[in-house]
């Protein structure tokens, strides 16, 4: 049987068609251990169900809530406005404007209700996942020490590259 | 005894630091004999008065909403996300980025949940009590007959500048 | 025979390659049961007969004016010039500047001569047609009614997808 | 009495607040000894006027029309659309966008109608006026004489400019 | 043999990659009979010639220059810079900022030197080319009529379109 | 003797003139009474004092980062770079851009090296504090009370504003 | 007698009114003991006194170009188009675009002639004075060594400033 | 053997996806017979390995670093705050920003820390190799002879394309 842990990271967006976007805030989770879960919600379409989920949130043990969304993205901002939770925005490129609406949306919010914004698309939804870790590892030493290693990676694949560029132009 | 008409139009803003702009809404609603309500309602510090607002909007007899909000400008679109009544946006300059923000988080609104964006500051809120006024008057002969004459005054307003300038041109 | 009854919503266009784009607006209102025209009409080529609509919208039975343009979107603001009705702007992505161009020319109209500007593109051409509805809507009860239908699907297809991702997620 | 010669240039704007920009393309052309008129028009309020203001500016013995606008600025277009006239476009900075607007409504003209956009503000202003003395200088020689005359006045004003520079390093 | 008659209109680009969007002001001139050359030169890459290019221009009988340039487009603002003949610069859409770099370095051009600018890319290469029509017409009365014509079939085409998707939407 | 408890959020900025928006943060730390260090650093004045803090921040006890900066804001990424714990960006109008370059800088960090960005200047710094706090609080329930009661603050403030709005509207 | 060394460094402004943003550049360079000419020229006024300027820098004894303009920035890109010294760019803010406009006239230059372009304005002024003297600190070891020193205050400056803070935070 | 020459200039990416681009600076350099080095380092992956990079760069004998990134892009920068030699920074496009975020995080640096920005993708890259030639020519007038037969060549080219369009008109 799956998911027996309840999960600790909400991971929402706005449609499904901004799924392979925001897998890549799960996977990083899901690479660490931490349990998520992924839903459709939407501040202008389900706006009540919403609400709810942004109230509820920290009583179902969520402690971090992840909004993915495009355009007038009201999603990250509403959640927060219903919870305490840190709520990380991630903007999505939906529009001609290739997110510069809604990373506006998300990251102008007024002073008292604050959305941590990432960069826009792809990288934001990784990054999204990462800085949930972070949030989660200072309570969590596993997960503190899953994020020394993947900085770690991260560095050995910078000098790896490095050297295989040096070794190929002294070809 | 003031208002006895029940209001027509709520003209509703995020903070009562704006009602020098949202005022003009309700100036041209007034001199056109419309009833309307002022309301402080925030979608970020208190979102579940405005999803309510928006909710029973219609049951109270409102016909147009109009909403103001400056950054990351939620307002008009999480009314727009409760009531299936017309809301207009009016993006107000309320940070660095001059209404760029919240006319982009007004008008970006996916598809299904329009807010009817007019331009920023009181250029706007003005424009938006007119458009309310338009609205109204497909119901409303004697509105009908003064956004007529509104017209004809912003007509004569323009010619006799015009006279005025080739006058003082000849001197 | 078809078109018995007057069109209530005229959909103008500055050229029938805007056709794929302005037909959204014209498939909400079908669906609705509402009748509207669609007419091909220029700001910059045919002005006079532009002008002309604008003037005798009103007296031909027409209620709302939906108007999509790109580039120097003049033609929504022509039509509020020269008409009372509510006009509904809809910019075009037509210029390589992605209707950045088109929403300033449709948006910073005037105090006086307030154009409702929607969404760029096809979002805005669906959504003109909705707020065309929910203007409608303020005198004819049907329309009420398939305006909350239409919500209460909106909000049913955002929970349905939210099942989906739900039960793959289990899986 | 005054004015006894016939405009050759119109120069239009849509609002008396604009004249003192506006002035500056008169200056440059009275320097030059070219007769011509100011106009206070609008597009969106008095657009029937403007409209005839285009069509008939050629038989009036017209040659170059200078328009200044800001915000949704549709008023050189509109010009532009009703007569086959060069007209000079000048983006104002009436709004929060300093001009982004008023230029781009009066840059991205559609094939088939230019406007001939300068920059921005009383910079443009000028350079309409100058720019219109180009095109009355192609059959005037005296006015091209004067052209050569301003272009040799620019330079030495550089010139002088630097020397005072250098003397004042030196000290 | 060809061309016979001298060039009235010198249409420069900055590079031949140019060719196809500048030869949208090379066919309308053809259309209207309008002898006109059609030069490589680059403010950048050979600056002496095309500085040489713009003081030689008003002799040999050029009358109007038209510059399309992208990037740091500086080809107009050096032609304008040499001559005191009207120069139409066209913004080209060569970088990665889809014109927005060429126009603002065509059109912030300084007091007492204006570049009349026109639409980014093949709509602006093609009003360059009526633009300089409409200032050879001042004095030609058979370009002035073929100006009239086009402006007609414009229109026509318009009101052509207009009918055909009234047709098509009434069957 | 004052700050006896070691600091668990460090506030750093690359100026003291920075120091009326940063303390924006620190004030909200402070009502929580969460203790916290005010550092000025520079990513490119004192690179490898900044590089040295980022990589000693955690076993020091810090739990949070909160950095603000203007321009090509490097500062809150150099942090994130050489440390695992959750940093806050808060982009600051330090140049002609407003804030545009210092936001860019911020957000679009790359994939494995997030920023929580907050929105510019003053709003921001207040809500990155009031985020480190959202972020301690999931192991801290009096910080969760402390949010709370904010929380509730923040919705009284409207409310009451409200009803002063209601009431001075019906007098 | 003063200025008895040659310039090594030509610095020029399109205006006088440049000077006190482009002084910034000289100063450092007089700290560093490094001669260097100012210049107001124009490429758009004096483009022959420009064009040989350039021509005859490098002849002249003058080692690196630094070059302020505003607006339709064309000043540096001149300059490098009639050099092959190093060409620095300034963008100054001249008009209402704050330098948008100015940097990127003076950034994207064509391939095979650099700009190498600096921050907008004083910023900016002071940092291409630094950037010449890196440049000619390749071939002098005292310019090096003014380098570095400068590089140290400006790292006291920050550390001083820190302990400053820390101190005050104390109290 | 190769690469018997210590390089004299030293070209970083941050990722090796980024050598299309960057390899156009290589090209130029190598063209000259100027030798190069090109590693891949990072800001924010290999922090301590760049900032070694730039602290060691000049003792190693390189005197000119060329630094291409992309988003929030901080290699420049960093470079340039660990050295005193010219950092050339080439904004790559690396996300939907279109190099709009990498060019500001490259240009806006602060008073005290040039970076010599060119402009983005591989005509920035090209022109980054050029300008290090400039700096390096200086001092070698072998390179010095180089560039002035590079800008013949440019011009050349210029001229035969303008011949070949000449030539193809004229047929």
């Not at 706005?14 to 931490?34: H, I, R, T, Y």
């Not at 509403?78 to 903007?91: M, N």
């Not at 990432?118 to 996942?129: I, L, Q, T, Y």
Request: proline letters at 5%; glycine letters at 10%.
């Amino acid at each position: 049987m799956k998911r027996v842990k309840r999960p600790l990271v909400g991971i929402v967006m706005g449609s499904d068609s901004d799924l392979p976007v925001m897998e890549e805030a799960a996977k990083v989770l899901k690479d660490a251990g931490v349990p998520c879960e992924m839903r459709v919600l939407s501040a202008h379409r389900a706006p009540a169900e919403t609400a709810r989920y942004g109230e509820t949130a920290a009583s179902k043990g969520l402690k971090v809530l992840i909004a993915g969304a495009g355009g007038a993205a009201h999603l990250a901002g509403l959640l927060a406005a219903h919870s305490t939770l840190p709520v990380v925005g991630v903007p999505l490129d939906a529009t001609r404007f290739k997110g510069v609406d809604s990373f506006l949306s998300t990251l102008q919010m007024p002073p008292g209700v604050p959305v941590a914004t990432v960069s826009v698309g792809k990288w934001g939804a990784r990054n999204a996942g990462i800085l949930a870790l972070q949030i989660l590892a200072l309570g969590d030493r596993r997960i503190a020490s899953f994020l020394k290693q993947l900085k770690g990676r991260l560095r050995e694949s910078v000098l790896e590259k490095d050297r295989q560029l040096q070794e190929s132009s002294e070809r």
